[in-house]
């Protein structure tokens, strides 16, 4: 399952053809080094997959995200999206990279709570420069929105939305500029069971429908089962991957890494 690089491992079936996302020795240290959050790492995920990041709290997953979503500059190591290295990217080249090849939706949705739900999504578009009365980006708002599901809800504001529905605008809000990878971190941690699996629906929708890429951080082996690999990380080491998850699995695998803080 694993190439060894004397380093992190590799998870082989995440190679699909193409890679959206390559993480080539990645670490992070904080405290001058003292604290290594994680360990140089290698992961590559193909266009078109949905992968699971997993671990006990406090083995990195965030950070990992944070590096590959190119919202923090790791210690070591390249991360490239779509073939392009963000680290040799300007503050300015980066900012726009993030603004157009990447989608991020959070556990907390983040709207912006005196826009419309419309203007919500049409935000990417219009940081961008297209103008928020422009025909073309109210119409992919539109678009976006009808994907999830909420097509009748374009003119509300936020708060008059549940819970579940403002993260589908989220998610409609990361897949309007139609991104390259869309990093989720923890997107069903706030939502009851039913609300999180109409989300996940939708995510897996937009891989398997529209061939998006989705990297999901995520401690739910029910929510990894939605998904078509799962890495696994320990103590900022990532120690283990499975192909085609499912939730008995996955739960095996985080008993073991909670008890012993190794993959068995
Ligand atoms: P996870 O997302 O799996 O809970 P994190 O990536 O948040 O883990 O953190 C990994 C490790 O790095 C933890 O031990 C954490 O305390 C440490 N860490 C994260 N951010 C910082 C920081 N800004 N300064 C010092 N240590 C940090």
């Known amino acids: 399952m694993f190439r060894r690089r004397g380093r992190a491992q590799v998870p082989v079936v995440a190679r699909a053809e193409g890679g959206a996302l390559a993480l080539d020795g990645v670490g992070r240290t904080y405290r001058g080094g003292d604290v290594v959050a994680l360990h140089p790492t290698d992961l590559v995920v193909g266009r078109g997959r949905f992968v699971a990041v997993m671990g006990p709290s406090g083995s990195g997953k965030s950070t990992l995200l944070q ?54 999504v049409a935000l990417p ?38 819970g579940g529905q403002q993260q589908r605008v989220a998610i409609a809000r990361a897949l309007v500029t139609d991104p390259a990878v869309v990093f989720a971190d923890e997107p069903t941690g706030a939502l009851d069971p039913s609300t999180a699996h109409d989300v996940l629906a939708l995510l897996r929708q937009a891989v398997d429908h529209d061939g998006h890429t989705v990297v999901m951080v995520t401690h739910d082996p029910t929510a990894a089962a939605w998904c078509d690999e799962a890495v696994f990380l320990t103590q900022g080491r990532l120690v283990a991957a499975m192909d085609r998850p499912d939730a008995g699995r996955v739960h095996a695998v985080m008993r073991r890494l909670g008890r012993r803080g190794v993959a068995a």
């Open 67 to 120: 590096c590959a979503a190119g919202l923090d500059r790791p210690t070591c190591g390249t991360v490239r999206v779509e073939g392009v290295e963000i680290g040799a990217l300007s503050e300015a080249a980066l900012t726009r990279l993030r603004r157009e090849r990447i989608g991020f939706v959070f556990q907390a949705h983040n709207l912006v709570p005196s826009l419309s739900v419309a203007e919500n």
């Open 125 to 162: 578009l219009m940081l961008g420069g297209a103008a928020a009365a422009d025909e073309a980006t109210a119409a992919r708002a539109a678009v976006a929105l009808a994907a999830v599901g909420l097509g009748d809800r374009t003119t509300d504001i936020p708060a008059e939305l549940s």
